[in-house]
Structure formats: structure tokens, C-alpha cells
């Protein structure tokens, strides 16, 4: 799904948020979608760029796919178009989730939903990988001390990787990509029922990181 003349990459100016904790609340991406109904937004990487990760996480393209926090990134229809089409877009702005509805009518076996990635209406152990591209930094975005995160962060946060691991089925995998060190993303991904691996992301440029954590069977 590249963009097209009237489907063209978000970079103005005008539609960032005086403060980036912005980020972090339901009001300014209402406010942003509805300013910029035709554009297409990709936080740090491409499918192009991530496929060599999907292919060694993703266990078949059947798989059941969450993608959390799915606003109008390309990541969806570009992996549909590459075969992973059982996908489920969530995200808390029904601005977007009725743009991209209508912009990916064609692709009729991905769902988009309107719900929040903190609590979400699935059901137990219901998704076979969750890919998070931005939404838990989009969360993070605070104006405190990176060693040592606000409490109100560190709950919001929480709360999605709580429903994350809730709705993963035993051997699942949840693939966060971030821009984010290891000395401050992985303690708020530690949990008994995982397993974490760490892959640096570097084409020559800003190193990137995917948080695979997966799921264990028993």
C-alpha cells in the first residue's frame, strides 16, 4: 500500500504536538487524522525493511496477527499484499480505523477495529503474533527522567503488554519495534510467561531494535 498522490506521506510540521507527550493521548490523533485524511504515517521502519524479521518470527502466513496501534501506516497492506492477510487492526481512533477501512476496502480479510491496545475485547490466547511499531513509545512519551519513568508511564505501558501477553496463545510472539535501548525498554517487557530476544535493526544508519518475546507453551 505505497502512497499515492493523494495518499502522501505525513511531514508537516503543523501537525505535530506542541509537547511531545502528545504523543501519548487519544486527542491529538484524533485531531491529526482528521487534518490529514489521506496520508500515511510509518514510525521508524518499512515492510520492505522488516520483512527478513517477519519471515523468521512470523511461523506461517496464516498466522492471526494483531497490529497494535495501526493508525495509517503502509505496514498492513504491505504485509497483505505479501500474503499475511488474517490481521487485525486495532487502534483508539475511529478516525483512522474508518479511513483505512474504506482506503483497504479491497482487502476484505484484515479486520480494522476500534479499540484501545490497553484493553481490548479479545479473547484469551486468540492472536498468534502482536507487532507493535511505535504505540508503546508513542505511550512512553514523557517529559520526566528516562532512568527512572513516572508511575503513571510505567501503568499505561504495563497495561498494554499485560493485554499483549493475555491474548497470545502459548508460542506466540509479540514483535516490538523501537528505537528504544535495552536499558530502558526491556524492564517493562519482563514477564514469567516469555522468553525476550533482542535484534539490533541497522542499515547503515540509526540503530533500531526488535523486542521478540515469545509466549511459552506450558
Not at 495509517?72 to 500474503?83: C, E, I, K, V
Not at 544508519?205 to 523486542?211: C, I, N, R, S, T
Request: glycine share 6%; proline share 4%; hydrophobic share 35%.
Amino acid at each position: 500500500m505505497s502512497p499515492s498522490n493523494k495518499e502522501a506521506r505525513s511531514t508537516d510540521l503543523e501537525v505535530l504536538p506542541t509537547d511531545n507527550t502528545g504523543y501519548g493521548t487519544k486527542a491529538y490523533w484524533q485531531q491529526r487524522y482528521m487534518q490529514e485524511p489521506d496520508s500515511c504515517f510509518d514510525w521508524f521502519k518499512t515492510y520492505k525493511e522488516l520483512e527478513p524479521l517477519f519471515s523468521k518470527h512470523i511461523a506461517t502466513k496464516d498466522a492471526r496477527i494483531l497490529m497494535l496501534g495501526c493508525g495509517n501506516s503502509t505496514l498492513s497492506g504491505d504485509m497483505y499484499a505479501a500474503g499475511y492477510q488474517n490481521i487485525v487492526n486495532a487502534d483508539y481512533s475511529d478516525v483512522v480505523i474508518e479511513q483505512m477501512r474504506q482506503r483497504t476496502i479491497h482487502m476484505d480479510k484484515m479486520t480494522w477495529e476500534v479499540m484501545d491496545v490497553r484493553e481490548m475485547p479479545l479473547a484469551d490466547g486468540s492472536i498468534s503474533t502482536a507487532i507493535d511499531k511505535g504505540t508503546l513509545d508513542a505511550l512512553m512519551c514523557d517529559n520526566g527522567d528516562v532512568w527512572e519513568p513516572s508511575a503513571e508511564l510505567c501503568e499505561n505501558v504495563g497495561r498494554e503488554i499485560n493485554e499483549v501477553e493475555r491474548v497470545l496463545a502459548p508460542g506466540g510472539k509479540f514483535i516490538w519495534i523501537t528505537f528504544g535501548q535495552p536499558h530502558f525498554r526491556r524492564r517493562h517487557l519482563e514477564r514469567v510467561s516469555w522468553d525476550i530476544e533482542i535484534e539490533r535493526l541497522n542499515d547503515g544508519g540509526f540503530d533500531y531494535f526488535a523486542y521478540v518475546m515469545t509466549k511459552n507453551t506450558t
